[in-house]
């Protein structure tokens, strides 16, 4: 029986940074980890539509320094930041620190694997037909530069009685290599006939050993109307 291994924490000891960086003793640890899933949790329930693929917290002795990626950043900007300066009170209020915000927009939310997983999510809402959701999402991400992508559903495809399970699959996704860069993303769609879960892994290329994963850079790797040769070759390959 295989075991299912998150591609994040395979790779934090070879190429992907970590999402939280501080050191905390053996009597803070707790409540520093609980403190930073609270205020994802809270950016990611209430500014739910700036599309929000990726959260690091930075913490030093007196402030925490919060790095949101964002797709759309005039939503949690807001009017004459409106919005980002109520979110900065709110997370002062939420950790009882001084708290600084970094704001980065993801230009190519195409190859953000959170971001497609969201769009497939919304898509199963509105009653699009989720192989019709998930070929164009493939299509969308493999015309965007991306090496190989593949895409998991599962629940009540369709209002069928039972519960299942499918895949697709356009190009390489190589989840057992170290030095490949791949990001993964969930998602769940709220349907009429219960919860469908989501799941998305793209590829983007190998990483040089001794250097980690830049999320900036990665969103910029290719052109808009560049793409490798060979990507994307072939029908897309479903699994059942």
């Known amino acids: 029986m295989g075991q299912k291994i998150h591609p994040t ?19 803070d640890f707790a409540r520093l980890l609980l403190e930073d899933k609270l205020v994802r949790d809270h950016i990611c ?36 930041g409106v919005r980002v300066d109520q979110l900065k009170a709110e997370l002062q209020q939420l950790t009882g620190m001084l708290v ?8 190519r939310p195409e190859l953000s694997a959170g971001l497609v997983a969201e769009v497939i999510a919304d898509a199963l809402v509105r009653r699009m037909a989720f192989r019709r959701a998930i070929k164009k999402a493939i299509q969308t991400t493999m015309q965007a530069g991306a090496l190989g992508i593949k895409v998991e559903v599962a629940g009540r495809l369709g209002g069928a009685d039972m519960a299942r399970t499918t895949k697709e699959r356009e190009g390489r996704v190589p989840l057992s290599t170290l030095q490949a860069e791949v990001d993964y993303g969930t998602a769940r769609a709220k349907t009429t006939y219960g919860i469908i879960g989501v ?10 050993r001794g250097e980690k994963v830049n999320y900036r850079k990665s969103q910029n790797k290719f052109g808009r109307s560049e793409r490798p040769r060979g990507a994307g070759r072939g029908p897309a390959r479903r699994e059942a």
Request: no cysteine; glycine share 10%; hydrophobic share 35%.
């Open 100 to 107: 600084h915000l970094t704001i980065h927009e993801v230009k």
């Open 9 to 27: 924490g395979y790779r934090l000891s070879s190429i992907e940074p970590w999402r939280s960086r501080w050191h905390g003793g053996k009597r």
């Open 199 to 208: 799941k998305v892994w793209i590829y983007k290329g190998d990483i040089t």
């Open 45 to 80: 329930k209430d500014y739910a539509s700036a599309g929000i693929p990726r959260i690091e917290i930075e913490r030093t002795g007196e402030a925490v320094n919060v790095i949101i990626f964002t797709a759309r950043p005039g939503v949690l900007v807001g009017r004459k």
